[in-house]
Nanobody
Framework: QVQLVESGGGLVQPGGSLRLSCAAS????????MRWYRQAPGKERELVAH????????NYADSVKGRFTISRDNAKNTVYLQMNSLKSEDTAVYYC?????????WGQGTQVTVSS
């Protein structure tokens, strides 16, 4: 079955960095677009970044452009989110996602808290 397992979240000070990982299994990872979403308390889940199957194509939410970088290692079935210059408004639970039409699959999420 499809499994997505996120890791790497934690508490970081404003201006700091974190690298999230999402280990995938149960599907042909190298052929699927992968996405990172986040959900802050009281807010809707929002798309942060996505990456094409080969890793060449990437796209970002305006709020994270220039600070976050999505990447993938198809040999390791893993997608990453490098987050730099973190702000308090980046505080959220971050989720990994893929779509095997018509079903969306999600990981359990990893908490990122940006606070001094």
């Amino acid at each position: 079955q499809v499994q997505l397992v996120e890791s790497g979240g934690g508490l970081v000070q404003p201006g700091g960095s974190l690298r999230l990982s999402c280990a995938a299994s149960g599907f042909t990872f190298s052929s699927k677009v992968m996405r990172w979403y986040r959900q802050a308390p009281g807010k809707e889940r929002e798309l942060v970044a996505h990456i094409g199957s080969s890793g060449v194509f990437t796209n970002y939410a305006d709020s994270v452009k220039g600070r976050f970088t999505i990447s993938r290692d198809n040999a390791k079935n893993t997608v990453y989110l490098q987050m730099n210059s973190l702000k308090s408004e980046d505080t959220a639970v971050y989720y990994c996602n893929t779509r095997l039409n018509p079903v969306d699959y999600w990981g359990q999420g990893t908490q990122v808290t940006v606070s001094s």
